[in-house]
T-cell receptor, first 115, second 115 residues
Framework: AQTVTQSQPEMSVQEAETVTLSCTYDTSESDYYLFWYKQPPSRQMILVIRQEAYKQQNATENRFSVNFQKAAKSFSLKISDSQLGDAAMYFC????????????FGQGTILTVHP | DAGVIQSPRHEVTEMGQEVTLRCKPI?????LFWYRQTMMRGLELLIY????????DSGMPEDRFSAKMPNASFSTLKIQPSEPRDSAVYFC?????????????FGPGTRLTVT
């Protein structure tokens, strides 16, 4: 079974600075997808970014980018120019090949943004 | 689109009572997922439907839990009888499986409290 590990229970960053959240996973599969979800205090789960394992290029969405290291099974999220609205719980999630939709989540990292 | 709709948003009930949580997926999405979020276990998949058919219910904790999807636009998760350890946030998510889009879109969740 796949497992996802987020080793940082909490992180903090100053507004306008950059922060990186870590995620590692364990799988024997070669075709899979990785996601970062954001959960603000409203508890709504919001997709931040996704990465297909077959793509070597790291995904980028505005201020959010990932560092995907397939051999190391690492998938970190970098938030640039942090904003107060980025404060939330962040979850890393793994999904097997397209034929099976289950998401396996990490434990989450609470991000605090200081003004 | 209105997004994934869940009702109720909050439910407080007494131990032993029946609880029914409802979900309306995004129109056109053919896969539906029920997740449970607790402090102890994090986010975990309970059951996954594809084209209204249950594909994986291995996450359903015990016989007290049941889920149905009578049509493409409606699903229920029922707990009977409820117990205090069922207190959690229950999320419904939907996805357009079989396309190039693999993201799961989450509803706002139902916070269940069993006293």
């Amino acid at each position: 079974a796949q497992t996802v590990t987020q080793s940082q229970p909490e992180m903090s960053v100053q507004e306008a600075e950059t922060v990186t959240l870590s995620c590692t996973y364990d799988t024997s599969e070669s075709d899979y997808y990785l996601f970062w979800y954001k959960q603000p205090p409203s508890r709504q789960m919001i997709l931040v970014i996704r990465q297909e394992a077959y793509k070597q290029q790291n995904a980028t969405e505005n201020r959010f980018s990932v560092n995907f290291q397939k051999a190391a099974k690492s998938f970190s999220l970098k938030i640039s120019d942090s904003q107060l609205g980025d404060a939330a719980m962040y979850f890393c999630a793994y999904r097997s090949s397209p034929s099976y939709g289950k998401l396996t989540f990490g434990q989450g990292t609470i991000l605090t943004v200081h003004p | 689109d209105a997004g994934v709709i869940q009702s109720p948003r909050h439910e407080v009930t007494e131990m032993g009572q029946e609880v029914t949580l409802r979900c309306k997926p995004i129109s056109g999405h053919n896969s539906l997922f029920w997740y449970r979020q607790t402090m102890m276990r994090g986010l975990e998949l309970l059951i996954y439907f594809n084209n209204n058919v249950p594909i994986d219910d291995s996450g359903m904790p015990e016989d007290r839990f049941s889920a149905k999807m009578p049509n493409a636009s409606f699903s229920t998760l029922k707990i009977q009888p409820s117990e205090p350890r069922d207190s959690a946030v229950y999320f419904c998510a939907s996805s357009p499986e079989g396309t190039s889009v693999y993201e799961q879109y989450f509803g706002p969740g139902t916070r269940l409290t069993v006293t």
